[in-house]
């Protein structure tokens, strides 16, 4: 399934590491939009149990599991930061599961519309074309390692190869349809979510009525 929600009005939402992805998210589910994280979805896959797990041990070895059984984040990340080939390797396993778990929360969802939060939406290549537009929040980057090294103790050379890893702001907004600025706390968040909410509402409806 190439459109998880087909048919609908959706929005792809994304940004780099702090941004403030999910108080973003967080707001337009207040006002009636239907989340579903991608995030989310991928820490199920690879919580003890879940359904990654199996194949990503038999590709990886039983060391990237915890004792727990899930996986082992900080080894993964490690590897991946430094092996692209294990990278596409582990995107391999974990994407395609991704796709059609989120294609199964559009199914299911009762928001007014849908909001896929996907960090990577720009590098993925395939969102873009599964999404009605593409929402980026955007931030300096100074305040995303501030950010990023304040809720998660990383060094700042660890939150840059993060960010490294990812495309530029410059490449981000080039890419977005819409762009929230969130360099200035919620008050200022606050209303640049609105104006967009009921720009997709709109859209929505339009979208609607041109189906029906």
């Known amino acids: 399934m190439d459109a998880p929600y087909p048919l609908a009005f959706s929005v792809g939402l994304t940004g780099g590491i702090g941004c ?3 108080t973003v998210a967080d707001m337009f589910a207040a006002l009636g ?3 579903i994280d991608t995030d989310q979805i991928a820490h199920a896959l690879t919580a003890p149990h879940g359904a990654a797990m199996p194949a990503l041990l038999a590709e990886f070895g039983q060391d990237f599991a915890t004792p727990e059984g899930a996986l082992d984040r900080a080894r993964m990340r ?3 930061f430094s092996d692209d080939t294990a990278r596409a390797r582990l995107e391999a396993i974990l994407h395609p599961r991704i796709r059609d ?3 199964a929360a559009a199914a299911i969802a009762s928001g007014d519309y849908v909001i896929f939060v996907v960090p990577l939406l720009i590098e993925s290549g395939s969102w873009r074309a599964r999404v009605t537009r593409v929402l980026a929040i955007d931030c300096p980057e100074e305040i995303q ?4 090294m304040a809720r998660s103790g990383l060094a700042e050379s660890q939150v840059r190869a993060i960010m490294a890893a990812q495309v530029t702001r410059e490449q ?8 929230i600025l969130n360099d200035d706390g919620l008050d200022a968040l606050r209303p640049q979510v ?3 909410h009921a720009m997709y509402l709109s ?3 339009l979208m609607q009525d041109k189906l029906n």
């Open 78 to 80: 490690a590897l991946v």
């Open 20 to 22: 403030g992805k999910t």
């Open 203 to 205: 859209q929505t409806k």
């Open 194 to 196: 609105e104006a967009l």
């Open 33 to 35: 939009a239907a989340v």
């Open 145 to 148: 390692v501030a950010r990023v």
């Open 172 to 179: 981000r907004r080039a890419a977005a349809d819409d762009i």
């Open 101 to 103: 778990a989120t294609a």
